[in-house]
């Protein structure tokens, strides 16, 4: 069935009793959605619309003042009411019943002059036939309490019977106008209006919910359209034809039914209850029924049924929604923990209890800070905090950071945390996803030490091969010295003692063991176990340094090696004796491949250049073998070799100290024959 | 101890080796010309005395190795005393095959180097007179007519006069006669040290 159109053009605040409600203190919808909401609370809508209705079916008169009560105690608010436009099609209102703290100012449709001043005003328009009639409201007088959705859902939900209402009293109004404009049908029509049971026709006819008389017999006397479309049985299976609810009722529901009837034998009257009826094809509805005798000790009555199927629909998707969060929320891998803007946890998942240490209800509650952060950090996180409610900052929003956070324990470890905060009103909410990175920390602490182990062995075993070369380096000072101190000894053994010649050679003694210290102290940095350590590092020192390594290499090999340095190249931010490594490596791959060349001429360059702003190139050339193209693609692959003894290490250790150190190694061809390797790395940050 | 009409001459790259070594052969009295490469050395007059070499096996632009061979090429070999920084067998031996004195490594004691430098010292004085003497007696081989050469040629295979005779066509006496002029002109006192010097000269028939 299609919605009638609503009418919009009518003045929705107009219906607030005059300075009882300001502009300003409506609440619209889109705000209601920002606000944390309490969930939906059917089961009290529920109660209070068969309150309403068996008080519709009571007194039609006083239905408007329940429904303002109603609307007083399910909001919890300070005052409600109804207006109603004037009948007349004006665009006046009035207001026939009012609650709560307004009521006492409101006397015959118009307020006093001094009412109290509304906080919160939530206002929902009703209709009948697609035409506003008017709208119930509730009013704050206070901020203790402020409106949420829910309330507003509720309201919506009374709105529509509001609208039910209307139309009961209007026509019961709509009588008395004809009582008074035709005397003659004026007895009969109230004995009609008065009676029970024409109220209930009345009832019955409007319907606006299932409703059927019936006996204690089992049978159902008469059934309105409503409550026969929610059976799906047709008219003529009513009455006669013997359709009893008895029948209607399965199994499962028939000892609460005979509990029911128990209770309107006993008092005439019962509590509306949910329960089911089966369709006519057998299928169950789920609906709220109430009942009552027509006259206590009787035997008839009239019971109503309130289709219950898409409320709970709703409330079972809205049930599974929330359980499928929570199962979310509770399997994540993550530690979920929410907090409010005060800094109160919010909320804790499964994982968050068994990454901290606290159950949930033990977190709940408690502040966040002192929960999961460890103490040197709190003051930075309140002040980040402040920081974000002034500025709506927060450099560590939105983004995955690694922190350390603090168990129940007081064990601090590593966490990787990602923070979303999100906004609710005018209130914020902050969600944490937060991980614990001990183990993945570990192994990456692992892999390093592993690596450093590798890079350490490599170096020695470099070292090895370099062994010819530095025992000239260390033997050549240390001959010098002995030769020296020999001759000194023979000059002071003169008569008269040579002393000129005898200080000359103490002198070149000095000198000597000075060289000597200064190849040992270079040896050792490569040959220690050195845990990383990133200082300033200046790369054509570096080369340099290696250079005087394989200076002799060279030499013994009659390889012409040159270098080209960029004068005042940045330095660059590393390890130093890792960066001396790869040059090493790089170097001595280049020795042993023009090593065996016989005719050709052997060359081998180390350039460093300032290839972009902020990267300084290093390339180590050769004229050797150059690089088979078969090989190309496993050249940096783990224990590939092309020489006897190597392990095939060298390059992939060398790679992973420049990617380390956040640059990039690669190989390439020289020109006109050999290999050339580079590396870039960036330069420091001044 | 040492010589100091005999030059030790020094070359290694290394100036501060050099000058220490230098410093201390001088020291002990000998005579030092020292060098820092192999082409400075070949490049420069040496004195006609008899004289070693210490050589540095790595040196930048000709190794030692290599400078031994040149000086042997070119008839001015010396006793050579080697000096390197790290034990290398195959490296040792070629040298010594080569002639090498001594092969000594870095750091050496002063008593093998001086040991060294008197055996390759002692050794150049034998070169020397050896090469004087084959001189000598090159030069009254070169006295000598075609005929006492032939004559020569036969005595030192041990062959008769009159065999000789036979060989040659003439008669007994004739041969007496140039044997006893070989005699003299190669101022050998006996047929044994005819013989020996037969061999020095490699002469053959």
């Not at chain 1, 394989?550 to 390890?575: C, K, M, W, Y």
């Not at chain 1, 460093?608 to 190309?632: C, K, M, Q």
Request: with cysteine.
């Amino acid at each position: 069935m299609p919605e009638p159109e609503l009418e919009k053009d009518f003045s929705l605040e107009g219906s607030m009793p005059e300075g009882a409600a300001p502009l300003e203190s409506i609440v619209c919808t889109e705000e209601l959605h920002r606000r944390p909401s309490r969930p939906p609370d059917f089961e009290k809508e529920n109660r209070a619309l068969v309150a309403l209705v068996t008080a519709l079916s009571d007194s039609a008169s006083t239905i408007f003042q329940t429904l303002a009560e109603t609307i007083l105690n399910v909001t919890k608010c300070d005052s409600a009411g109804l207006s109603l436009l004037t009948p007349d099609g004006g665009k006046r209102y009035y207001w026939p019943a009012i609650a709560g703290m307004l009521a006492p100012h409101l006397g015959g449709g118009t307020l006093m002059p001094v009412v109290p001043a509304a906080e919160e005003c939530l206002l929902v328009p009703f209709y009948v036939d697609g035409k506003a009639v008017g709208t119930i409201w509730g009013i704050m007088h206070s901020d203790r309490r402020r409106f949420d959705s829910e309330d507003e859902r509720i309201l919506n939900s009374l709105g529509q019977f509001a609208s039910v209402a209307y139309r009961t009293v209007a026509s019961v109004d709509n009588l008395k106008v004809q009582i008074a404009a035709r005397e003659t049908a004026e007895a009969e029509l109230r004995e009609r209006a008065t009676g029970l049971e024409a109220r209930v026709r009345r009832l019955i006819d409007a319907n606006l919910m299932g409703i059927f008389t019936w006996n204690l017999e089992g049978r159902i006397v008469e059934a309105n359209e409503t409550f026969l479309k929610m059976v799906q049985w047709g008219r003529e299976d009513v009455g006669s034809a013997g359709m009893r609810w008895t029948d209607l009722t399965p199994e499962q529901w028939r000892a609460r039914d005979e509990l029911a009837v128990a209770d309107l034998k006993a008092a005439g009257a019962m509590q509306p209850y949910r329960k089911e009826y089966f369709r006519k094809d057998g299928s169950r509805v789920p609906v709220l029924v109430g009942a009552t005798l027509f006259e206590e000790g009787g035997n008839d009555g009239v019971a109503f049924a309130l289709d219950l199927s898409e409320q709970e629909r709703a409330e079972e998707a809205f049930r599974r929604v929330e359980e499928q969060a929570r199962a979310i929320v509770d399997s994540a891998l993550d530690a979920v923990v929410a907090m409010d803007a005060e800094g109160i946890i919010t909320d804790w998942n499964k994982q968050a209890e068994e990454t901290f240490g606290w159950t949930r209800p033990e977190a709940l509650g408690r502040r966040m800070s002192d929960t999961i952060i460890p103490a040197q950090y709190r003051l930075s996180h309140e002040r980040g905090l402040k920081h974000f409610f002034k500025t709506g900052e927060g450099p560590v929003l939105n983004r995955r950071i690694e922190i350390t956070a603090l168990r129940r324990d007081g064990t601090e470890f590593p966490v990787e945390l990602a923070i979303t905060p999100l906004k609710s009103g005018d209130t914020w909410t902050f969600s944490s996803f937060i991980r614990d990175i001990t183990a993945p920390r570990q192994a990456q602490e692992d892999l390093r030490k592993a690596q450093a182990e590798l890079a350490h062995v490599n170096r020695v075993m470099t070292m090895g091969e370099l062994t010819a070369s530095i025992a000239h380096e260390v033997n050549q000072p240390l001959a010098a010295i002995l030769a020296s101190g020999d001759s000194c000894t023979a000059w002071l053994g003169n008569e008269p003692p040579n002393l000129d010649r005898a200080r000359a050679a103490l002198g070149r003694i000095t000198q000597a063991a000075t060289q000597a210290s200064e190849i040992v102290q270079r040896l050792r940095a490569l040959f220690r176990k050195t845990t990383s350590l990133t200082t300033s590092v200046d790369v054509n020192a570096v080369i340099e340094d290696t250079i005087s390594l394989v200076h002799h290499e060279t030499q013994r090999h009659n390889i012409f090696l040159r270098t080209e340095l960029t004068r005042g190249a940045p330095s660059v931010s590393g390890d130093r004796v890792q960066l001396q490594q790869v040059i090493l490596n790089l170097a001595m791959n280049g020795i042993e491949s023009v090593a065996g060349l016989d005719n050709e001429p052997k060359r081998l360059m180390i350039r460093s250049t300032l290839s972009n702003p902020g990267e300084l190139l290093v390339s180590v050339e050769d004229t050797g073998v150059g690089i088979d193209a078969e090989h190309a693609d496993r050249l940096f692959a783990p224990f590939f070799t092309t020489k006897p003894q190597g392990i095939g290490m060298g390059l992939p250790i060398c790679r992973s100290i420049i990617e380390a150190h956040g640059g990039r190694l690669w190989a390439a061809k020289n020109e006109p024959r050999g290999a050339a390797f580079h590396f870039i790395l960036p330069a420091r940050a001044e | 101890m040492s010589d100091p009409k005999s030059i030790v001459f020094v070359v290694d790259d290394d100036p501060l080796l050099r000058d220490s070594v230098a410093d201390l052969l001088g020291a002990a009295g000998w005579t030092v010309q020292t060098f820092g490469s192999a082409t400075q050395f070949i490049q420069s007059p040496r004195p006609d005395v008899s004289a070693c070499l210490v050589l540095d096996v790595e040196l930048p632009d000709l190794s030692g190795l290599d400078l031994q061979i040149e000086l042997a090429k070119s008839g001015a070999g010396m006793p050579i005393v080697f000096l390197t920084g790290r034990g290398d067998i195959p490296m040792s031996v070629r040298a010594m095959k080569a002639g090498a004195v001594g092969f000594l490594t870095k750091p050496f004691r002063k008593e093998e180097l001086f040991d060294a430098i008197h055996e390759a010292l002692l050794r150049d004085v034998e070169v020397r007179k050896e090469r004087l003497e084959s001189e000598e007696l090159r030069k009254r081989l070169g006295t000598l007519t075609p005929r006492e050469r032939q004559v020569l040629a036969l005595v030192v295979t041990g062959l008769l006069n009159k065999q000789i005779a036979g060989e040659l066509g003439t008669t007994e006496e004739t041969i007496k006669v140039h044997r006893g002029r070989v005699m003299s002109k190669m101022g050998a006192g006996s047929l044994a040290e005819l013989v020996r010097m037969a061999e020095k000269l490699k002469v053959s028939s």
